[in-house]
């Protein structure tokens, strides 16, 4: 990857956790179990803006179903490595009431996020609420945070990550695979 001094220099010292070949393995692992258990309810995936892009553009390919695709962007990080409060910046654009709706976001963390898209399709009339992480961190929630996704490719113990989506500063989202974030860079 060619990168500035600065993002060379926390990818060096970064640590692969997942190579590009173990998420391409799990997201087909997430793909046949999505499609066994979504496959005839027509549903909506709404992928959370910016980081669930590279995570449901690589997963769409895989599913062997009729669904339609929309988004959300909502943030709990701002400009910052720091998990704050959320940020709404879009709706969806189409009617959620009555469908399956799929949430798909690159990371569960603290689980507020994933909560706030939850609750918000349902209070607009979603029959029923999924949710797909490509990461699910191990790791205590926030206080009435979602807990446990639907459907995870992967997991891994609390660390700061980037690549296949997540970002470090909003950079590195395209390195192919995902890496771990020295102490000292984070």
């Known amino acids: 990857m060619q990168l500035s001094k600065r993002f060379s220099e926390v990818h060096e010292k970064a640590t692969c956790v997942y190579t590009k070949e173990e998420v391409d393995q799990a997201l087909d692992r997430m793909a046949q179990e999505m499609s066994a258990r979504l496959g005839n309810s027509d549903p909506v995936f709404v992928c959370v803006l910016i980081g669930g892009i590279v995570p449901l553009g690589n997963l769409l390919p895989r599913l062997d179903f009729q669904l339609e695709v929309n988004y959300i962007h909502v943030s709990s990080y701002g ?62 929630r926030k206080a009435g945070g979602v807990e446990e996704a639907d459907f995870k490719a992967l997991t891994m113990e609390d660390r700061f990550v980037y690549g296949y989506g997540l970002d470090y500063s909003e950079y590195l989202r395209n390195a192919p695979g995902i890496y771990a974030v020295a102490p000292e860079d984070i």
């Not at 409060?85 to 690159?106: C, M, N, Q, S, Y």
């Open 79 to 140: 400009l910052s490595n720091k998990v704050g409060d959320l940020h709404w910046k879009a709706e969806p654009t189409i009617d959620l009431f009555g469908r399956t709706v799929v949430v798909v976001d690159d990371i569960l963390d603290t689980g507020t996020t994933l909560r706030a898209a939850i609750d918000y399709c349902k209070m607009k009339g979603a029959k029923e609420v999924f949710t797909a992480v490509l990461l699910d961190k191990r790791k205590p």
